[in-house]
């Protein structure tokens, strides 16, 4: 009977997790938003094609799964729409060394980021103290623990 009861609840949660995984208020929910903008209105694509931190334009906006960019170029927004999980920000936008290192979801400088392995981080740099080096410092385990972090607040389904 426990192990049925185990079974039920294994299965419940992960009907929930992918539910707010692919419901957009939900996911919306846990990203860094700024005004209802992700990466504080900068642009996701430029960050990969110039490797710069470079500020959108409300002229070039996108709105996915509930979370609205800013692209500094129509181009850029095109080539979003055609690949939107390419160019969405790591754990949704928040600093990437604290989702590691605590687990935890801290605001972020988006002119402080790495680009790697295809996938963009943000890290937090005020009050001196900015937290890319010292996720470069550890980045293999910091980016195992972050993962694992993340999960945490989308399911497994992300």
């Not at 903008?37 to 110039?50: E, M, N, R, S």
């Not at 989702?99 to 890290?123: I, N, S």
Request: glycine residues 6%; aromatic residues 14%.
């Amino acid at each position: 009977m426990k192990m049925l009861a185990l079974l039920f609840i294994s299965v419940a949660f992960g009907i929930i997790s992918a539910q707010a995984q692919t419901n957009p208020v939900v996911r919306k929910q846990q990203f860094n938003l700024d005004n209802g903008l992700a990466i504080q209105g900068y642009d996701p694509v430029a960050y990969f094609t110039q490797n710069k931190a470079i500020k959108g334009s409300s002229a070039n906006s996108v709105t996915y799964k509930n979370v609205t960019y800013r692209f500094a170029s129509s181009t850029n927004a095109e080539m979003f729409q055609k690949s939107p999980e390419k160019y969405e920000p790591a754990y949704g936008g928040w600093c990437a060394y604290a989702m590691g290192a605590t687990g935890e979801k801290v605001p972020v400088d988006p002119e402080t980021f790495k680009v790697k392995d295809g996938h963009l981080y943000l890290f937090y740099n005020k009050f001196f103290n900015n937290t890319l080096p010292k996720w470069n410092k550890d980045e293999e385990n910091l980016h195992r623990k972050a993962d694992q972090s993340w999960l945490k607040f989308v399911g497994t389904n992300s």
